[in-house]
């Protein structure tokens, strides 16, 4: 008996030995995660009246689980696990529709590993499908745009502009010279095929400082390339019907933040866009790229006021090419990139940001330590309106929208619309919150009547949400 007792522990130990080593290196391990649950109503978002079609009611689910795991010598690994989906949709035949079987699926949402003061001390990578929130996202923060989602997503074809799915499965160098800031990034957006050239990567740098003023300052200057290499469009296979050449959008741009007195906020930004498009389309010819962006915003908080109440004012521009897009040499169309903005909550479902001018004004409160609350208008005019003619002054054809199943009618009118928002916060504990949003969309004079539809019915949502954090 005791013979074989000293075989178990000798057993033990061996394994201890060669195990242990692997337990070692970790020194701390967070499990953390949320779990938010939003009932949804959304009315004539097709802006068609007595239309039902696209209307969209349902109960949406959000997931995370979140483990980091800290490592010895500034070596770090996290994964987060996402599930989003709506109530009741789930298909279990052998061959489920795309969007039932995505809405029970459990997506890799985080995997990457975090490497701080590689080489020398300013120096911290981060490796792998991790978030990339730059600047003020304009240029860079959702892989997809902040109002279209994967298909690998549950809500794909149905609310995906209220996805939760941000990641880049990218490569990310950090180098802080406090104040100055320089992230370098390189993310694979699509893998199309990976023995054929016909990808889509995004590069770029970022440089943030800030100034050691009284005005808090901060100057942010960055350069991004988006290329969807060659190969991605193809030729037919008699002779080439389309560019068989590189597709590259180029970016320069920079952002100030200041708050040149006491509780007055100013953010202003600009961008250019320069490079070589194929418009892909049989008989066309290779564009360049001429394209620009801005934003300007300001902020006043009413500190010394009840409610301590803040006021926004916004503005932006996005410039635009609605016609004949594939034959022009110069192409002045502003490409959304992989933005992450929402100045509007329905707007942002309808329409790309691009060939947009909007002006904004938001004001929020907090009524309690628990209870805030916020209103939000803006309205949205076309920054090239449409000059095609479809008969009598009006052009039928479709608009190029968030949503590609809607058909929208057009005239030459310019005035996109307007939008009302309204959102009220509770905090119910530090781990429970709830949320109310309702707004509504009026469309402009831009939509009108032919053959009998009439796309200017006014489109609204409802949105309530509970939420705990873990």
Do not use: C
């Not at 590259?248 to 040149?260: A, F, K, L, Y």
Request: proline letters at 3%; zero cysteines.
């Amino acid at each position: 008996m005791s013979r074989r007792l000293i075989l178990a522990l000798v057993a033990i130990a061996a394994i201890a030995l060669v195990v242990g080593p692997a337990f070692a290196a970790v020194q701390n391990v967070k499990v953390s995660g949320d779990d938010e649950i939003m009932p949804l109503l959304r009315n004539q978002f097709n802006l068609q009246k007595h239309n039902r079609k696209n209307n969209e009611t349902g109960i949406l689910n959000f997931l995370r689980l979140r483990v980091d795991a800290d490592l010895t010598d500034n070596v770090g690994v996290t994964v987060r696990l996402l599930n989003e989906r709506v109530w009741g949709i789930e298909d279990n035949a052998a061959t489920p529709a795309t969007t039932d079987q995505a809405n029970t699926d459990i997506a890799l949402d985080l995997a990457y590993v975090t490497l701080k003061e590689f080489l020398y001390s300013p120096l911290t990578l981060t490796l792998g499908r991790q978030e990339l929130h730059m600047g003020s996202e304009m240029i860079v923060g959702d892989p997809d745009m902040n109002n279209a989602v994967s298909t690998a997503s549950g809500l794909s074809g149905i609310a995906a502009d209220l996805s939760k799915r941000k990641s880049f499965d990218a490569m990310r160098a950090t180098f802080d010279y406090s104040p100055l800031v320089i992230d370098a990034i390189y993310a694979k957006i699509n893998e199309k095929t990976i023995s054929i050239q016909n990808d889509t990567t995004l590069m770029g740098v970022d440089a943030n400082y800030a100034l050691k003023d009284k005005w808090n300052s901060m100057l942010e200057g960055y350069l991004y390339q988006k290329l969807i290499q060659k190969k991605a469009f193809g030729v037919s296979s008699g002779a080439q019907v389309q560019p068989n050449k590189n597709d590259t959008v180029n970016v320069i741009g920079g952002r100030v933040v200041s708050q040149p007195i006491e509780n007055l906020g100013v953010s202003l930004e600009a961008a250019y866009q320069f490079g070589d498009r194929n418009p892909n389309t049989a008989g066309a010819v290779m564009q360049k790229r001429r394209a620009w962006a801005g934003e300007a915003s300001t902020t006043y908080t009413f500190s010394k006021v009840r409610y301590t109440p803040t006021l926004t004012l916004a503005v932006a521009y996005f410039s635009g090419e609605p016609n004949n897009e594939a034959t022009k040499k110069t192409y002045k169309q502003w490409d959304p990139m992989y933005e992450n903005q929402t100045p509007g909550e329905i707007a942002n479902a309808l329409l790309n940001q691009t060939n947009i001018k909007l002006v904004g004004l938001a004001t929020t409160a907090k009524f309690t330590d628990d209870i805030s609350g916020k209103l939000a208008y803006n309205a949205y005019w076309w920054a090239k309106r449409y000059t095609t003619d479809g008969g009598a002054g009006t052009d039928t054809s479709t608009i190029t929208t968030a949503r590609a199943n809607e058909v929208y009618v057009k005239n030459r009118r310019s005035f996109v619309g307007q939008e009302l928002d309204a959102y009220l916060t509770y905090d119910y504990t530090e781990d429970v919150q709830f949320g109310l949003t309702a707004g509504a969309f009026l469309p402009g004079g831009m939509f009108t009547k032919v053959a009998g539809v009439q796309t200017n019915a006014i489109a609204s949502q409802v949105l309530g949400s509970m939420k705990v954090a873990f």
